[in-house]
């Protein structure tokens, strides 16, 4: 990392045992300066619709330290457009950790956790989650909801998380089977939020507010899928942050006009881009991104070699939505996603991508304390090697560099790259 943010990060770091309320305003800071930077981007290339998004993401941090009783805790899964719709931030550990894991301070709030008795092995976003609450860094929320969906994490670390604080918690329960029944028994369950994030904000929710979020959702699904069409015909500029802005659009910012410009940007980039050279391996990502990991960005971004043409996580759910219907479609949406249910749906859907795609190969990321991919990594491997797609099983962290090899994935993800020009890719 830059010398610059490697000393912010440590004065952070020093400042969260001293005065928490101190090392909150120097996030805010930071993240502010990230969020105006972004605002002001002169880009208007696929950097400039990362860059743009990057600041409007910085900003729901900014709000979510400044201004604690206007947030919602959230997990990547939950349908956001209530909160979009009500003029609500969402935090999600998702986001946060990876923010202050880029800030360079995550190491003090892994710690924390650890220090305060969470387990080791638990998810490190939710355990950066659980650090930052607890060290009095990230204030007390409006409330606290998530979803069952996807990972075990989340029924932990929220309900602790609602207790630390002492918060409003709500469970959205998704059904593992896709059912009209199930779509009808989890829109009913996003009523009762709104209900009672209605009754905690002291105002209604606008239904004609709600239905318009619901349409940008349905705009911006439309959008990434023509992206996706044309993406597998081009050469593009690309980074592992690039691919996270594109979870992060169809998931939590879904629904907002940022999201929607975002995929605006990104189908016009793409619509302009060169064609394949033939020079690069491409490559496509399962699971979450160490973005913050220069060996990684080395590799695959600066490299020369290769370039990420896509991921699984932002093809979570790519089907229809129904403005009129607003709940319906949310709940569509949780029910509908890849990742509920068998993992073969996940795995068969990455396959399907990564050839529309043209990928040269697959890297499947192990991130630490992800049972559920950890799980299926091997069956995925089998899988995706059966229809003709090498893969990297490759372990590693989206955010916690203790628990990284660095050296050891430098090593694997090379020699990777040389079996796949071997191979003739």
């Given at each position: 990392?830059?010398?610059?943010?490697?000393?912010?990060?440590?004065?952070?770091?020093?400042?969260?045992?001293?005065?928490?309320?101190?090392?909150?305003?120097?996030?805010?800071?930071?993240?502010?300066?990230?969020?105006?930077?972004?605002?002001?981007?002169?880009?208007?290339?696929?950097?400039?619709?990362?860059?743009?998004?990057?600041?409007?993401?910085?900003?729901?941090?900014?709000?979510?330290?400044?201004?604690?009783?206007?947030?919602?805790?959230?997990?990547?899964?939950?349908?956001?457009?209530?909160?979009?719709?009500?003029?609500?931030?969402?935090?999600?550990?998702?986001?946060?950790?990876?923010?202050?894991?880029?800030?360079?301070?995550?190491?003090?709030?892994?710690?924390?956790?650890?220090?305060?008795?969470?387990?080791?092995?638990?998810?490190?976003?939710?355990?950066?989650?659980?650090?930052?609450?607890?060290?009095?860094?990230?204030?007390?929320?409006?409330?606290?909801s998530n979803t069952t969906l996807a990972c075990d994490?989340?029924?932990?670390?929220?309900?602790?998380?609602?207790?630390?604080?002492?918060?409003?918690?709500?469970?959205?329960?998704?059904?593992?089977?896709?059912?009209?029944?199930?779509?009808?028994?989890?829109?009913?369950?996003?009523?009762?939020?709104?209900?009672?994030?209605?009754?905690?904000?002291?105002?209604?929710?606008?239904?004609?507010?709600?239905?318009?979020?619901?349409?940008?959702?349905?705009?911006?699904?439309?959008?990434?899928?023509?992206?996706?069409?044309?993406?597998?015909?081009?050469?593009?500029?690309?980074?592992?942050?690039?691919?996270?802005?594109?979870?992060?659009?169809?998931?939590?910012?879904?629904?907002?006009?940022?999201?929607?410009?975002?995929?605006?940007?990104?189908?016009?980039?793409?619509?302009?881009?060169?064609?394949?050279?033939?020079?690069?391996?491409?490559?496509?990502?399962?699971h979450v991104m160490p973005n913050w990991q220069d060996?990684?960005?080395?590799?695959?971004?600066?490299?020369?070699?290769?370039?990420?043409?896509?991921?699984?996580?932002?093809?979570?759910?790519?089907?229809?939505?129904?403005?009129?219907?607003?709940?319906?479609?949310?709940?569509?949406?949780?029910?509908?996603?890849?990742?509920?249910?068998?993992?073969?749906?996940?795995?068969?859907?990455?396959?399907?991508?990564?050839?529309?795609?043209?990928?040269?190969?697959?890297?499947?990321?192990?991130?630490?304390?992800?049972?559920?991919?950890?799980?299926?990594?091997?069956?995925?491997?089998?899988?995706m090697e059966a229809e003709g797609l090498p893969t990297?099983?490759?372990?590693?962290?989206?955010?916690?560099?203790?628990?990284?090899?660095?050296?050891?994935?430098?090593?694997?993800?090379?020699?990777?790259?040389?079996?796949?020009?071997?191979?003739?890719?």
């Amino acid at each position: 990392m830059k010398a610059y943010i490697e000393a912010l990060g440590r004065l952070v770091e020093n400042q969260t045992e001293k005065s928490p309320e101190a090392a909150r305003k120097l996030l805010a800071a930071a993240y502010s300066w990230v969020r105006f930077s972004g605002r002001h981007s002169f880009h208007r290339d696929v950097q400039g619709a990362w860059e743009r998004l990057n600041g409007a993401v910085a900003g729901t941090m900014v709000d979510s330290l400044r201004h604690p009783q206007e947030t919602v805790m959230v997990n990547i899964f939950f349908p956001c457009e209530i909160l979009h719709a009500m003029e609500i931030q969402p935090m999600f550990p998702e986001g946060m950790s990876a923010y202050v894991a880029c800030t360079a301070c995550q190491r003090v709030f892994a710690e924390k956790a650890e220090a305060n008795n969470v387990p080791e092995s638990l998810c490190s976003y939710h355990k950066t989650m659980l650090g930052l609450a607890e060290s009095g860094v990230l204030p007390r929320p409006l409330m606290v909801s998530n979803t069952t969906l996807a990972c075990d994490a989340n029924q932990l670390s929220f309900r602790r998380l609602a207790e630390f604080y002492q918060a409003p918690h709500a469970v959205v329960d998704i059904p593992d089977r896709e059912s009209e029944d199930a779509v009808k028994y989890v829109a009913d369950q996003l009523r009762a939020v709104a209900v009672q994030l209605e009754d905690l904000c002291h105002r209604k929710l606008d239904e004609t507010a709600l239905k318009d979020r619901v349409a940008s959702s349905k705009r911006s699904i439309e959008l990434y899928r023509q992206y996706l069409e044309r993406r597998g015909g081009v050469s593009l500029t690309s980074t592992m942050s690039g691919e996270l802005f594109s979870m992060i659009a169809t998931h939590v910012m879904l629904g907002r006009p940022e999201s929607e410009q975002y995929m605006q940007e990104l189908l016009q980039a793409v619509e302009h881009a060169p064609g394949p050279s033939g020079k690069k391996l491409r490559l496509f990502w399962f699971h979450v991104m160490p973005n913050w990991q220069d060996s990684m960005k080395n590799i695959l971004e600066t490299g020369g070699t290769c370039e990420l043409v896509g991921s699984d996580l932002p093809l979570d759910y790519l089907g229809d939505l129904d403005p009129e219907r607003p709940y319906e479609s949310m709940a569509r949406r949780v029910v509908g996603s890849i990742s509920n249910g068998s993992s073969l749906r996940r795995v068969n859907t990455a396959i399907e991508a990564a050839k529309k795609l043209n990928a040269d190969g697959v890297i499947l990321f192990c991130h630490w304390g992800c049972k559920q991919t950890m799980g299926m990594s091997q069956i995925a491997k089998q899988r995706m090697e059966a229809e003709g797609l090498p893969t990297l099983v490759l372990d590693g962290d989206g955010c916690d560099a203790r628990n990284v090899a660095d050296g050891q994935m430098v090593t694997r993800v090379n020699a990777f790259l040389e079996q796949l020009e071997g191979l003739g890719a």
